[in-house]
Each structure stands twice: as structure tokens, then as C-alpha cells.
């Protein structure tokens, strides 16, 4: 028996397509009937696929089956006849006798795209966006979200129903994205929400201490893919969303080299360029360039050009000059410690490593392992007694086994 | 050469998986029938849908789904070529739904017309 292959990821790509375009006919109080539609349809082909053979095409064939499920449930189930099919006709405007599932590219694009806004919607906390893009959007199970959480099942759950509940309560409803509505400052600053989800989405994927380094692919692959959804749509195509994409390139065209077999990470100053993926790398210089319009800079702009230098590797004054100004800006945006940190790093490339003591220890950052990194890397060679005692300050504050693995290294010397 | 039915018991997937491992059961699936109709030993089979299922008892008594009391149930089967029994089972072995716990394949010569 010959098989095409399928695409990988179809299902759960498919899942957020068709959740959503039923989810916004059904109305959003009805999400989990979509979902379980979605769910049901890919159970028919693995019901039916390893035997006859995979259709054609299967995407269609995913889109037939969820409509004739639809359809039946229009016609014999109690809560579609009672509860959302008269929904249904009087958003139609009419006594309609069949029900209409509209799975154009056109529709599941603008459906996607709204069910973006709804999953990110203010009202709901920000732990709880993430989880629900995951399930809803990524086609992520309650496990997966809880192993890259480090959270349990029941906590996911738990989260998501309240999320869901929120949503009912407050009565969210989809937006309309047309092209243009971006300008309205209360859209825009809707559009805000939604890149600071997908930014820690992506965050989450870079940073987690999950050892499932395929999961954590995963959710930054993920986080891409929906920010790229935004940069397909025109109404969505502007440039802070460009340059979020662009930092997110640069950032993923290190995955391989910023950690060694056994998961440790391995320091910028030490990773094997050639590791470095240079398709990515190009893609982030073509998102960033697609960003430099308009007249606003934001924060991703400024972490997107940060990233650019970090993708030189050659020591420069031009660019460690560069990243400092970059940094400086940065922070007067939005302060954070670990960009204050990273400023004072570029600061000792450009002006040496007295200099930026003393600016380090101005920060007072004595909660934080990363503070006493930067210390223990500054006064090495000038004091290294000092600097073994802050290596160890760290240590002690290190939250994982990463960490502390690199650091005991440093202490070693 | 006789021919087996090897019937596979396991939970309702709606319950229990995220698209992307109905995806993986599905090739694991596909891989698996493959591997057997590779020594031409496959003859046939079928996944059984868990929706809308029903019952008919005795006294014409209907119920929904055949499920009672067990979580895993008839989820679908093949029937194969195999000298032996033995060689059936070898087979079943690699049926992906094993990797459930609780799950479970059941091998059946199937009768024939002048046994």
C-alpha cells in the first residue's frame, strides 16, 4: 500500500482553522462544541485513512467531514436546535433551513485572525491568553500545555475553563479586522495585547525550563506561525508585527547552538557559528527591513535591531556601540532588569571592564542570579576572588539545573 | 494459510488525544498495516466509529454506545494471512493501540466455510 505523506502538523493546524471558522458561526459561548467537532473529524480519518488510504486531498476531505458533522448536529442535536441554531438565523437575518459553513480561505483566515483577538482579549489574564492560544489556536493538548508550563493537568483545566467562563461572562465577541481598523487607537491597542501574548508565547518556547526541547521548538514555531498569520492579513500588516517577527527569526536561528547535547546552554561568546541558521537570519534582515516604515518605534523594532548585531559575530566597536545605544533606548521604552543587565554587558565591551563595574553595581539587582553573572564575568582577571563570591551568589539564586551546571563550571574556573 | 481477525480494543480518542497524536496514530497505524501488507499477509480492515454508537439488547433494548462499564472497546480491525497463530500474534504485537494502557488486541481465526 502506497501512502502520500501528510503534511506534518496538518491536524493541528487544521484544528485551529476549523475551530475557529465554527466557533465564530456557532458564537463564542459555544467554543468547546467547535472544538469537539474539530476533534471528532480528525478521529474519522484515523478511522478511516489507514484502511482506504489517504484521499487526495485530505484537507478537503477534513472539511467535508466537519461539515457533514456540523450539518448533523444541526439536524439531531438539542443544544444546536435549541440553543445555537436560532442564534444562527437570527444573525442571517433569516429562517434559513440549511446551515451554511463557509471554509474558504478567505473565511478561516479572517476567522483565525479573530479568534487571535479573543483569545488575547484583555479580560482574561495573561497566563490564561497563552494557555488558551495553545489549546485553541496551536491544537495543543492539556498535557502538552502543562509539560510547558511545568504545571499539572487539572491547573491547565482549571485555567481554561475559567478563561472560557470569562469569556461567556463578559460577553466577548469576535472583532471585525477589516483593513483600516488598526488606526482606531482602541483596536490598536487591542493589536498591543495580542503581540505581547505572542511575544511571551515565544518567551515561554526560548526560555522554558521544560527539557522537551521539541516542545519548546514547538511553542516558538507556534508563536511564529500566528505572527505571521497577522503579517498575511492586510488590516494586521504594520510594522511593529514585522519586527516582532524579525526578532523572533533572529532568536530561532540560534536554537541550535545555544545548547549542547545534554541541554546545557552554551554562552553567545561560545557558540559554533556555523550553527546558526542562516535562512533564518536572512528572514529576520527581510522582516526587519519590511518593519522600517512609519514613524513609530517600538520595543520589538529595538530587540529586533539587538538581535541583528547579536547575528555578527565579529567584536566591533561599530557594533557593541550599536547595541549599547540600542539598550539605551530600550529601557527608556519599557525598563526591564535583564535589558539593564545587557546594557552594562555591551557597556564593558565598548568601555572596559572598570567602567562598567561601576555602573553594574549601581543596578542593585540582588535578586536576581543574572545581576551576579554579570559581576562575576566583569571582575574576572580584575579581582578573581570577587569574582568566584559573585559566581557563587549566583549559584545560589539559580533556578534550574541549567544554570546552576553553567555556573559551577565558572566557579571551577 | 490461514486468516485472523485481530481486533483492537481501546478508548474513545475524543476523550483523550490533541490533534497532532491522532496525527501520530495514524501513521503509526498506516506504518503498521504497511508493514504487514509489505509480506503480503493483509487482507482487510476497518476503524469503527465511536460516534453515535448504540447497542441493541435483548427485548430490543437500545443503549448508546456499547461501552457499560469498560472505557476500551471495539475500536476497529484487520484481518491478516498468517501460518500460525503464533505469527498472528507477532503481528498484533505491533498494533500502535497497545501503547495504551488498558488497551488490547484480540486474535480470531476466522472460520471457514469447510473447516
Known amino acids: 500500500m502506497e501512502h502520500p505523506e501528510i503534511i506534518p502538523h496538518l491536524f493541528r493546524t487544521e484544528f485551529s482553522k476549523i475551530t475557529s471558522v465554527l466557533c465564530k458561526l456557532f458564537g463564542l ?12 473529524t480528525f478521529l474519522a480519518a484515523l478511522e478511516t485513512w489507514p484502511y482506504k488510504g489517504i484521499p487526495e486531498n485530505p484537507v478537503a476531505w477534513l472539511y467535508t467531514v466537519a461539515k457533514n458533522k456540523t450539518k448533523n448536529k444541526f439536524a439531531r442535536d438539542q443544544i444546536f436546535i435549541e440553543r445555537i441554531a436560532p442564534q444562527i438565523k437570527q444573525a442571517a437575518g433569516s429562517d434559513i433551513v440549511e446551515i451554511e459553513i463557509d471554509l474558504s480561505e478567505k473565511n478561516i483566515s479572517d476567522s483565525l485572525l479573530q479568534m487571535l483577538f ?5 479580560a482574561i489574564s495573561i497566563e490564561a491568553q497563552i494557555a488558551l492560544s495553545l489549546k485553541i489556536l496551536c491544537g495543543f ?12 493537568k487539572e491547573a491547565i483545566n482549571k485555567r481554561l475553563y475559567r478563561a472560557k467562563e470569562t469569556l461567556r461572562k463578559e460577553n466577548i465577541n469576535f472583532v471585525n479586522v477589516n483593513t483600516g481598523v488598526f488606526s482606531d487607537p482602541e483596536m490598536n491597542k487591542q493589536l498591543e495585547t495580542v503581540l505581547t501574548t505572542l511575544y511571551l ?34 488590516s494586521t500588516d504594520l510594522p511593529n508585527v514585522n519586527a516582532l517577527y524579525s526578532l ?10 545555544r545548547k549542547n547535547e545534554s541541554g546545557e546552554i552554551i554562552l553567545y561568546d561560545e557558540q559554533d557559528v556555523t550553527l546558526w541558521d542562516q535562512e533564518l537570519i536572512s528572514k529576520g534582515a527581510y522582516f526587519l527591513m519590511q518593519a522600517s516604515t512609519g514613524n513609530e518605534i517600538s520595543k520589538y523594532h529595538l530587540e529586533a535591531n539587538i538581535a541583528y548585531w547579536h547575528t555578527v559575530k565579529k567584536d566591533s566597536k561599530e557594533k557593541w556601540e550599536n547595541i549599547l545605544q540600542l539598550y539605551n533606548l530600550l529601557l527608556q521604552t519599557e525598563y526591564s532588569p535583564i535589558a539593564a543587565l545587557n546594557r552594562t554587558y555591551a557597556l564593558s565591551k565598548l568601555s572596559g571592564k572598570s567602567k562598567a563595574i561601576q555602573e553594574a553595581e549601581k543596578l542593585q539587582l540582588k535578586n536576581s542570579p543574572y545581576y551576579f553573572v554579570l559581576l562575576g564575568e566583569l571582575y574576572a582577571d580584575i579581582d578573581d576572588k570577587k569574582s568566584i563570591d559573585h559566581f557563587q551568589t549566583a549559584y545560589s539564586l539559580a533556578k534550574n539545573k541549567a544554570e546552576k551546571n553553567l555556573l559551577k563550571g565558572k566557579i571551577k574556573g | ?21 491522532i496525527q501520530q496514530w495514524m501513521k503509526q497505524t498506516m506504518d503498521w498495516i504497511g508493514g504487514i501488507a509489505a509480506q503480503n499477509k493483509f487482507t482487510n480492515g476497518t476503524g469503527l466509529s465511536f460516534e453515535d454508537a448504540k447497542v441493541v439488547k435483548h427485548g430490543n433494548m437500545i443503549t448508546n ?6 472505557k476500551e472497546t471495539i475500536g476497529g480491525l484487520i484481518i491478516v494471512k498468517a501460518d500460525s497463530t503464533e505469527e498472528a500474534i507477532e503481528f498484533a504485537k505491533g498494533c500502535p493501540v497497545l501503547q495504551g494502557e488498558g488497551n488490547s488486541v484480540e486474535v480470531r481465526k476466522i472460520a471457514k466455510k469447510n473447516a
Request: net charge negative.
Open chain 1, 141 to 152: 493538548s492539556v498535557e502538552e500545555i502543562a509539560n510547558a508550563f511545568l504545571s499539572n
Open chain 1, 201 to 234: 508565547l515565544y518567551n515561554e518556547g526560548y526560555y522554558s525550563e521544560s527539557n522537551d526541547s521539541i516542545l519548546r521548538e514547538d511553542l516558538c514555531r507556534e508563536a511564529m506561525r500566528l505572527t505571521f498569520l497577522l503579517i498575511e492579513n492586510n
Open chain 1, 248 to 257: 523572533m527569526c533572529f532568536h530561532a536561528s540560534r536554537f541550535a547552538a
Open chain 2, 1 to 21: 494459510m490461514e486468516e485472523f481477525a485481530l481486533i483492537m480494543r481501546h478508548e474513545d480518542g475524543a476523550k483523550v488525544a490533541s490533534p497532532e497524536q
Open chain 1, 118 to 122: 479573543v483569545v488575547c482579549h484583555p
Open chain 2, 65 to 70: 454506545g456499547p461501552f457499560g462499564d469498560i
Open chain 1, 29 to 40: 459561548a459555544h467554543i468547546e462544541t467547535a472544538e469537539d467537532i474539530a476533534s471528532e
